[in-house]
């Protein structure tokens, strides 16, 4: 199963960048007054996006913190659920790091539906162990390069249940110098985005 995951890390990196500069966008202060319209947005194009099969994520619903989006990277259709960090620490505290991003992901073609993963904006400790924290659980997580995913998939389908129902998840890590990151994602949102997604990546 890492292997896959392995196979896995560009595309969903490529993705993730692209989507990651419409989530930022979003979230930062504009002067334009806000779009009224329901219309999905398409993400700007970025040479990440262009890593993964030339694919354009487009956001196909904004359920409260978590964004639904779809791509057909390679000419397989993919559909997955994102969110930022509502809160970041790092010990020793202020150390710099790129954006974090906690994904849900289905790929159809693959016969993966609903795979958590974590891009976690710095390099990993090789051979560190992170977690997942959610509902009253933990749940480790295997690690490679920046980013994260259950490491019993046995797991998984339980994970996300708890997800659904929880209010938040704490994800802890690692980084190659020794920094330790407590990230709090929030999960207001994720059950109706997962059930968006499932609507255009049906088993």
């Known amino acids: 199963m ?13 993705l993730a960048c692209g989507v990651a500069d419409l989530a930022l966008a979003q979230a930062a202060p504009s002067p334009k007054p806000a779009k009224t319209t329901a219309k999905p947005a398409a993400a700007p194009k970025s040479p990440a996006a262009a890593v993964a099969g030339g694919a354009e994520p487009v ?32 010990n020793p505290p202020n150390r710099p790091r790129d954006p974090a991003f906690a994904f849900v992901s289905t ?4 016969k993966v539906f609903n795979e958590v993963s974590v891009m976690i904006g710095y390099a990993l400790k090789p051979g560190s162990e992170s977690t997942l924290e959610v509902g009253g659980a933990s749940y480790a997580m295997y690690t490679q390069g920046d980013g994260l995913w259950i490491k019993n998939a046995a797991e998984e389908e339980r994970m996300v249940e708890a997800m659904r ?3 938040d998840a704490v994800v802890k890590g690692v980084s190659a110098k020794g920094t330790e990151t407590t990230d709090t994602f ?17 088993r």
């Open 2 to 14: 890492w292997f896959r995951r392995a196979l896995t890390i560009l595309a969903i990196n490529g």
């Open 59 to 90: 956001l196909i619903g904004q359920f409260g913190t978590w964004g639904a989006y779809t791509a057909t990277p390679n000419g397989k259709k993919v559909c997955f659920a994102l969110a930022k960090p509502t809160s970041s620490k790092t």
């Open 107 to 110: 790929r159809p073609s693959e």
């Open 165 to 167: 129902r929880a209010a």
């Open 186 to 202: 929030s999960l207001k949102g994720l059950s109706q985005a997962l059930d968006r997604i499932a609507q255009d990546c049906k």
